[in-house]
C-alpha cells in the first residue's frame, strides 16, 4: 500500500515537472524568437540575448550539405563587406556526434557557429531541412524565415536594410 502511493506520488511528480520544465516554444514571424538550445564549440551556452545589438541571421546547417556550407561563405562575404551591419549566427543540427569543428577549420569559416546537439532548437524553429534561416531584429522579433538558400537579392536587402 505504501509503495502504491509512494509511485502515485512519484508519477504526479514527474508529470508536474515536464509540464512546466518543457515549455512549448514554436518560432513564428513577428513573434518573439524562441530560446536557443544550443552550444558554442567549446561547450557554452548560447543565447539571443547575446546578439541584440543588431539583427541577427540565424542559420541552420548541416555538414553533409554542400549547399549550407556555400551559403555560409556567401554569408561570411557579405558580414565582411558590410562590416556592424548583422549578427550571423550559424548553428550546426547534425547533434552531438558530428565534428563541427573540422567542418568549419576545413571550409575556414569565421562565423559564430553553435550546435543544436539534442535538435531542441531545430524542433523550436520548425526546421525540417537545411538551410534554414530567420532574421530576428535586435527587439528579439521573428522578421523572415527563409527556407532554402536565401536569394542574392534578398541577401543584398538584409544586409543594406536592416
Known sequence: ???NFFRTILLITAVCFGVVSCNEQRAEIGQHAPDLAAFDLQGNPVALAQFQDKPTLMTFWSESCGVCIMELKTFQQMAEKFPNKINILA???DGEKAN?????AKHKIALAVAKDQLKITGERYQ?????TSFLIDQ???IRYKFEGLISPEQ????????
Do not use: C, D, R
Open 155 to 162: 541577401l543584398q536587402h538584409i544586409f543594406t536594410e536592416s
Open 1 to 3: 500500500m505504501k509503495s
Open 139 to 141: 527587439n528579439g522579433k
Open 91 to 93: 548553428i550546426n543540427i
Open 127 to 131: 526546421v525540417i531541412g537545411s538551410p
Open 100 to 104: 563541427t569543428q573540422a567542418v568549419i
